[in-house]
């Protein structure tokens, strides 16, 4: 039988010397092992600290690929309907060997098209044609069935074994417990944890340009000096907060942020705001909030039509690393997004 283990920090103590781990530190799927798991779970596990390793982009990645209250990426299953119908140690077994057991509908398929190229991913469509394939970032990719020299089923599942063994052993007791934690969860709810940003521009926040007129993620931004600007997802830090960063976020400057709010009729929502500088927002292009100071959890009531609508804001960016944090208040008919697709 294989064992699986995940790695834990060494402390410096056993570094110096030079012993093996003892058995409390390393962690398998034995039953001894998934006993003592469980135990550390009801007993230690800290959901708070486990719902920042969930969201974590670096290390753990759950977020980029699973959904939950809402927060996430469309790579793996939602999990919101599933947690509660996995044990503490099911869960442990699907995030150390995630391939033993395969959710249904989730197999990676391994494609091999006529000029070469292998692909894998989730097979989102299958039609006569053509076929569409999801990877492991999310991007999809239209796939002409003649093009399709050969076509497998792969028994390793999208999601990389390899990630919780990047985790101490605390740490996976805090992220079972996290995921065993329906009140720590619904705290997500709400939350914006990717968008669209733009930059740099100018100091001023108060002067306008032109892409205030149609915000699209898919257009090129022309700023009102003739300069030629992307935009690039970026996603929330661990506490919530999209910091500013990349190319956009040049010190002495601003930004734009971009999001999307979709709701199911005209009506009022609103927007709990964080902000580390001055900021100005637009819905639907309008101005609805401008201020030079920073602020935590200011309350801002706005108005949506029918659809979908831009949340536009204007951050300005003294020191290089100014955050935005955006929620709002949950309620059946809304939805707030980088993507559409999300
Ligand atoms: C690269 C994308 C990706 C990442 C990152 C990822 N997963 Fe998954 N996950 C998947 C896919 C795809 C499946 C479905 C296939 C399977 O069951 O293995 C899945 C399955 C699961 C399941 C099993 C669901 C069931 O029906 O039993 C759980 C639980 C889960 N993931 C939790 C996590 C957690 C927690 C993390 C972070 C440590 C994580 N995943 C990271 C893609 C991912």
Not at 25 to 50: C, H, I, M, T, Y
Not at 178 to 204: N, Y
Not at 234 to 249: E, H, K, M, T, V
Not at 322 to 334: H, M, V
């Amino acid at each position: 039988m294989k064992t699986y283990f995940v790695a834990v920090a060494l402390a410096a103590a056993t570094v110096f010397s030079g012993e093996a781990l003892s058995s409390e530190d390393q962690f398998n799927l034995e039953p001894a092992s998934l006993d003592q798991l469980e135990k550390a779970v009801r007993s230690k596990g800290d959901p708070a600290r486990g719902r920042e390793i969930f969201l974590d982009t670096g290390d753990a990645q759950c977020a980029n690929c699973h959904r939950l209250q809402g927060v996430g990426g469309h790579v793996g299953p939602d999990l919101d309907s599933i947690l509660g119908k996995l044990d503490i140690r099911q869960i442990a077994e699907s995030l150390v060997a995630p391939s033993r057991k395969i959710t249904e509908g989730y197999d990676t398929y391994t494609i091999a098209r006529t000029d070469g190229k292998i692909l894998s991913g989730l097979k989102l469509k299958d039609s006569d044609k053509e076929l569409l394939l999801r990877d492991g970032l999310g991007k999809d990719t239209v796939i002409q069935k003649e093009q399709i020299t050969r076509i497998e089923k792969s028994p390793v599942s999208l999601m990389p074994a390899r990630l919780v063994s990047r985790l101490s052993r605390n740490d996976l007791v805090n992220l079972i417990s996290f995921l065993k934690s329906p009140a720590a969860q619904l705290e997500l709810k709400g939350r914006l944890s990717r968008a669209w940003i733009t930059g740099p521009f100018s100091r001023s926040i108060s002067r306008t340009e032109p892409l205030e007129k149609n915000p699209d993620p898919a257009k090129v931004a022309v700023s009102s000096s003739g300069k030629l600007l992307q935009w690039k997802l970026i996603n929330a830090r661990a506490d919530g907060l999209i910091q500013l960063a990349g190319p956009a976020a040049a010190k002495k400057s601003s930004a734009y942020i971009l999001a999307l709010m979709k709701s199911d009729r005209d009506r009022e929502a609103v927007l709990w705001l964080d902000h580390s500088s001055a900021l100005r927002l637009l819905v639907n292009s309008e101005t609805v909030y401008s201020t030079k100071n920073p602020a935590t959890n200011s309350r801002l009531s706005i108005r949506l039509r029918k659809g979908w609508n831009t949340i536009l804001s204007r951050v300005s960016n003294p020191t290089g690393n100014s955050t935005l944090g955006i929620r709002y208040e949950p309620a059946r008919g809304l939805r707030l997004t980088a993507d559409r697709q999300d």
